[in-house]
């Protein structure tokens, strides 16, 4: 099985960034723990800031790859582009979020994902990820 991980923008400063909410590890150190859990699949990661680019890896592997984990961050509310892009893909997208975008501001509770993701993961913070990657290994 063979998947990535791809992350919007401002999650490269996990662990730095209000660790009240996003916790203390960086998202390196929470890979390759997912990485030594689940031995038997192929695990990518990519990480961006910028919409164009996180497109761009959604289109490359959407086809090729046996699942995406997606957390866009902030362009889960805003990016209509990534939306169509999740859309356009055959490969499985699960939508993950660190926080409980619904105990947050308001203009979180919209995703332009959802309605094209596979399933959608959120609040568990990092541990989001490995519930995402567990139900792509157990399809």
């Given amino acids: 099985m063979k998947v990535i991980i791809i992350n919007g923008p401002n999650l490269n400063l996990l662990g730095k960034r209000e660790p009240k909410i996003y916790g203390s590890q960086t998202f390196e150190e929470y890979f390759t723990s997912l990485q030594i859990e689940f031995p038997l699949v192929e695990m990518h990661y990519f990480q961006s800031n910028i919409e ?3 497109i761009g890896k959604i289109q490359e592997t959407g ?11 902030a362009y889960t509310h805003t990016s209509v582009g990534i939306g169509d892009a999740v859309k356009a893909v055959t490969t499985p997208v699960i939508e993950v979020h660190i926080s409980n975008t619904f105990s947050r501001e308001s203009f ?8 094209n993701a596979k399933g959608i993961v959120i609040g568990f913070g990092l541990e989001s990820y490995k519930l995402a990657l567990k139900s792509l290994a157990e399809k």
């Fill in 52 to 54: 164009g680019e996180i």
């Fill in 63 to 73: 086809f090729d790859f046996d699942g995406i984990i997606l957390n866009a961050g």
């Fill in 108 to 115: 979180r509770h919209q995703s332009f994902i959802s309605p």
